[in-house]
């Protein structure tokens, strides 16, 4: 196996990755922006290290992988539902920690889909507590839907409970089930009160997602206006508040970052592995 044969370039691997998803996890964490020149950056050493470091048979894999992931995470960007960033963070992942150095799992997945699936677990619980602290704060916990949200959460527990799984699966359902049950009820109220708010163009940052829904379709149309307010995107986006005579519109100010999740994903993966696996299997 890989790790097996390359124990110091294993060693390697895990300090880089683990090195670099640390210091862009902050950057996300308290700017919402990842250095590019840091992505860039780990995404060529990757490639170049899979180029000196693997045989031929086994350096396209991870080539394959960050090209996909990077394919499909452009998309994702541009209809605003994933950050740039944390794309090429994913990309640089595969290429980096092609297979797991510590934890073996029977998976046929690449370890970086392991990280991003328990960065998105934990992404999902993490963000669902932020929201209702955040719709707690306002005041915007209607008493039906929370009598809904206990009994949502109750079923999800006993579930739990009846299913024969051991205790990591009985914690893996509720991981899943309690913030699912959460965003199926508050869904409207999440994006309403705590997600979405009305910004002018000075408050605008590169790369914001713009609420489409909440403005006139055929305005959308007719200005060209994008969900990602890339340059171009914002020019467009100026034009339509000066003709509409506009001072603000609704932007996705607060989105969960991401970064910090992949982080946290990473190491969890890296001392457990694959966290489906091991919850179920457990």
Not at 13 to 22: I, P
Not at 129 to 138: E, F, K
Not at 178 to 184: K, M, R
Not at 185 to 209: F, S
């Given at each position: ?230 340059i171009p995107a914002m020019g467009k986006l100026k034009n339509f508040m000066s003709a509409k005579k506009r001072k603000t519109v609704p932007v996705y100010r607060h989105l969960p970052r991401f970064g910090p999740y992949l982080l ?19």
């Amino acid at each position: 196996m890989l790790f097996d044969a390359l124990p110091f370039d294993a060693w390697i691997r895990v300090f880089v990755a683990v090195l670099v998803t640390a210091v862009l996890a902050w950057q996300d964490h308290k700017t919402s922006f990842m250095d590019e020149r840091v992505l860039y950056a780990f995404l060529a050493t990757g490639l170049l290290w899979n180029v000196f470091f693997l045989p031929f048979s086994q350096m396209w894999p991870p080539v394959l992988a960050a090209a996909l992931i990077g394919i499909v995470g452009y998309f994702s960007y541009r209809a605003g539902q994933f950050g740039g960033g944390d794309v090429l963070l994913l990309s640089g992942l595969a290429l980096w920690l092609p297979v797991s150095p510590f934890v073996r799992t029977p998976v046929f997945w690449p370890f970086v889909l392991s990280v991003f699936l328990a960065a998105s677990l934990l992404a999902s619980a993490g963000s669902a507590l932020w929201y209702a602290d955040l719709l707690r704060q306002r005041g915007k916990f209607p008493g039906k839907k929370a009598a809904l949200f206990l009994t949502g959460f109750a079923a999800v527990v006993a579930l739990s409970l009846l299913l024969p799984f051991g205790m990591s699966g009985q914690a893996f359902i509720m991981l899943f089930g309690i913030p699912a049950a959460f965003y199926l009820i508050y869904r409207q109220d999440v994006v309403d009160y705590a997600v979405v708010a009305p910004q002018t163009l000075g408050q605008l940052l590169d790369e914001d997602v713009l609420a489409l829904e909440k403005l006139d379709k055929k305005d959308v149309t007719r200005f060209g206006l994008e969900r990602v307010l890339t340059i171009p995107a914002m020019g467009k986006l100026k034009n339509f508040m000066s003709a509409k005579k506009r001072k603000t519109v609704p932007v996705y100010r607060h989105l969960p970052r991401f970064g910090p999740y992949l982080l946290a994903g990473l190491l969890f993966s890296l001392a457990f592995g694959d966290l489906v696996w091991a919850l179920v299997a457990g």
